[in-house]
């Protein structure tokens, strides 16, 4: 665990002399050793390598991507550059994607006018039912087609083991284990996803620690809205030539920031709640290989986008439903969405919040994609859910709503750690099969989003910077 597990590796050799010199080493670094002594003993007339520079390349490589200087700045620039291809690739596809379920959104439209059927009729099934679920679709689908193969075409080259590594040090400092690296990294793209993936954790204690923070890095349904605040708000000041740099720099920030959470968490929880000793393992670094992409990327996309949007608008479906219900019946002079919006505006204010951005994020509980449409329909009164890209002037809409800088970072932090979606949700009971440990994933990261949001406002107040 504390080096690269090859058998002539610098590290290795030099901890082997040590232990033939009789020097002091701890048990598990002897245990070690033998194991590897051992194996090279009944290795050592049967086992040649016929292209040694192959494996020199390798040794090379490690020396750069495993470093103790280079390895955090590159695996940062490779998910940056992730980032970047997900986010830039995804818009083009999903804007054509919205576009064509909005002309078929019209044809329904025809046909339910042609039978003369009922509005409430027409509103449930095409304004809420169909528009929510095309809406998760077109956000979620094109993401997770850019992602997933990204992500299995850095395994497949044997990438991943090599993060696995370097977070090991970070991870195990906090309680839990280095391949939490790689069911984060899955988080990027899809939590739900992300907790399946903690099987390859074998102790439960450090895996139910993964399954209960994976929640902090922010899922595909969350990047709108996090790309959409970033430059409204947080870029608007910076040149035009320099914005989607900004936006992409404060993106990687709250990327961080949410690592910094998932690090604290870990380690407050390895000390109360699921205390314990951190396992111990061997990380096998595999040899660098020549991924096989159109294979890669068909069985990522099969095994991994098409199960996890499956789920996805299984449980988005009937959000939609709900909202047209909550936008439609009117109680008084106002809809049910309204009146629970003014319900909670009392406590959202105090985290720099109002009530239909709460109530936008209660709503959203299924799935992440919907709770920008949920607000713009709370904020405009429309009834049903609006299409965010076709409406111009969003930041104008907000402003006249008394949105701030500190409304935006604070709906950002809210979006980044409140409890996970209702897909995630489901998961965590299918995997963990205990109501108990799927109520506390979702109340932990609420109470922690509801903190820091509190904090943060009563903060920025105190200093009079708003």
Known sequence: MGFPA???????????????????TGIRDQIVVD????????????????????????YKLDRILTSRVWGFPIMLAMLGVVFWLTIAGANVPSSMLAGFFGWIEGYLTAAFQAL???????????????????????????????????????????????????????????????????????GFGC????????????????RMLAILTNNFVPCNGRWP?????????????????????????????IVLFGIVVTLSVSWALSRTALRGVPTHYTLELPPYRRPQVLKTILIASRDKSWMVLRRAVAVAAPAGIITWVLGNVIVGDASVLDHAAAFFDPFARLLGLDGFILMAFILGLPANEIVLPILLMGYLSSGA??????????????????????????????????????????NIYKETRSL???????????????GVTFLIAQFVWAMGWV
């Open 436 to 450: 108990k440990w799927t109520l506390v994933a979702a109340l932990l990261p609420t109470g922690i989003a509801v």
């Open 225 to 253: 809205t996090l790309i959409l605040l970033a430059s409204l708000f947080m870029a608007a000041g910076v040149a035009s030539q320099f914005q989607m740099l900004a936006t992409s720099a404060i993106l990687m920030g």
């Open 35 to 58: 194991l590897y002594r051992k194996a090279h003993e009944l290795c050592a007339d049967t086992v040649t390598y016929k292209d040694r520079k192959k494996l020199m390349e390798t």
């Open 6 to 24: 090859h058998t002539d590796g610098a590290a290795l050799r030099s901890l082997m002399q040590k232990i033939d010199k009789g020097e002091q």
């Open 385 to 426: 859910m609006v299409d965010v890209e076709g409406i111009s002037g969003i930041k104008d809409i907000f402003l006249s709503h008394g949105w701030t800088w500190l409304t935006a970072l604070n709906m950002m932090l809210f979006s980044l750690l409140h409890y996970p979606c209702g897909t995630t949700l489901i």
């Open 116 to 186: 003369h059927a009922p509005d409430w009729l027409h509103g449930i099934l095409v304004l809420g039912l169909y528009r929510g679920t095309s809406w998760v679709v077109s956000v979620m689908l094109p993401p997770m087609a850019i992602f997933f193969p990204i992500f299995a075409l850095l395994e497949n080259f044997g990438y991943l083991p090599r993060v696995a590594f370097n977070m090991d040090r970070l991870f195990k400092k906090s309680g839990g284990h280095g391949k939490q690296a790689l069911t984060m990294s899955m």
């Open 191 to 206: 939590n739900a996803a992300a907790i399946m993936s903690t099987r390859i954790i074998e102790s439960p204690r450090e």
